[in-house]
Structure formats: structure tokens, C-alpha cells
């Protein structure tokens, strides 16, 4: 192969590479725009879902229209306030905190750490 045959070689591959480039270049810009647009639709879904749950506790719409879905969201949101008031029944029996101060009448309990426990550990295997 001469000089002018590899640079014919060259320009070929580069323009390839560079129309290749801009292909996965604009795939990449409309996925991210997609993924805005997504989570904007997610949110208005999710806007428009609780105004009709409203409604729908309201007795303005038969939720029957929309079983066996209401019926399950329903569900799904007892079991979620009943975990929640799990969640806060067992936080005020915690003696340590979410990488919070909590302080009791007699004393004052920081977290455990896990970078604490391994250095105990190595200090450990050091002696």
C-alpha cells in the first residue's frame, strides 16, 4: 500500500468512525431527553392519580370504575401506613440514631460506625 492509498485508508476510517461517533452521539441526547420526558409524564400521572383517589373518596367518581386496581392501591396504602407507624414505634425505642446525637436523661449515644469496627478488628490482629 503507497502513501496515497493509506491516506485514502485513513480518511475512509475517520469519517466512518466520526459518522459513527455522531450517530451514538445523538441515540445518547434523545435517550436523555426520553428519560426527562418520562419522569415528567411520571409525575403528572402521579398528580392526576391522586386527584381521582381524592375524587373517589369524595364519592364524585364510582371507584368501582376502576376496580380491581382501587381496591389494591387502597391496600397497598394501609400496608404502607401501618409500616410507617412500625417504623416510628421502633424509632422511639432506638437507642442509636441515624448518624444523629440522641441523648437520654442519663447518657449520650452516638452510632456505630463500620470503618469503627474494622479498625478494632485490625488492631485486633495487630497485637
Same mark, same amino acid.
Given at each position: /500500500?503507497? #502513501? =496515497?492509498?493509506?491516506? !485514502?485508508?485513513?480518511?475512509?476510517?475517520?469519517?466512518?468512525?466520526?459518522?459513527? @461517533?455522531?450517530?451514538?452521539?445523538?441515540?445518547?441526547?434523545?435517550?436523555?431527553? /426520553?428519560?426527562?420526558?418520562? *419522569? @415528567?409524564?411520571?409525575?403528572?400521572?402521579?398528580?392526576?392519580?391522586?386527584? +381521582? &383517589?381524592? +375524587?373517589?373518596?369524595?364519592? %364524585?367518581? !364510582?371507584? =368501582? &370504575?376502576? %376496580?380491581?386496581?382501587? @381496591?389494591? &392501591?387502597?391496600?397497598? =396504602? %394501609? *400496608? /404502607?401506613?401501618?409500616?410507617?407507624? %412500625?417504623?416510628?414505634?421502633?424509632?422511639?425505642? +432506638?437507642?442509636?440514631?441515624?448518624?444523629? *446525637? #440522641?441523648?437520654? !436523661?442519663?447518657?449520650?449515644?452516638?452510632?456505630?460506625?463500620?470503618?469503627?469496627?474494622?479498625?478494632?478488628?485490625?488492631?485486633?490482629?495487630?497485637?
Amino acid at each position: /500500500m503507497d #502513501k =496515497s492509498e493509506g491516506k !485514502d485508508w485513513f480518511a475512509k476510517t475517520l469519517n466512518n468512525v466520526t459518522e459513527e @461517533t455522531a450517530k451514538v452521539y445523538r441515540i445518547s441526547r434523545l435517550k436523555l431527553e /426520553m428519560n426527562s420526558l418520562n *419522569k @415528567t409524564y411520571n409525575e403528572k400521572m402521579h398528580k392526576i392519580s391522586k386527584r +381521582l &383517589l381524592k +375524587l373517589i373518596e369524595q364519592g %364524585e367518581i !364510582d371507584g =368501582s &370504575l376502576f %376496580e380491581p386496581e382501587y @381496591t389494591s &392501591l387502597v391496600q397497598i =396504602s %394501609e *400496608k /404502607m401506613e401501618e409500616m410507617e407507624s %412500625e417504623i416510628e414505634a421502633i424509632k422511639g425505642n +432506638l437507642k442509636f440514631g441515624f448518624g444523629k *446525637k #440522641k441523648t437520654d !436523661d442519663d447518657e449520650k449515644i452516638v452510632d456505630v460506625k463500620a470503618e469503627t469496627i474494622e479498625n478494632d478488628d485490625k488492631k485486633e490482629e495487630n497485637k
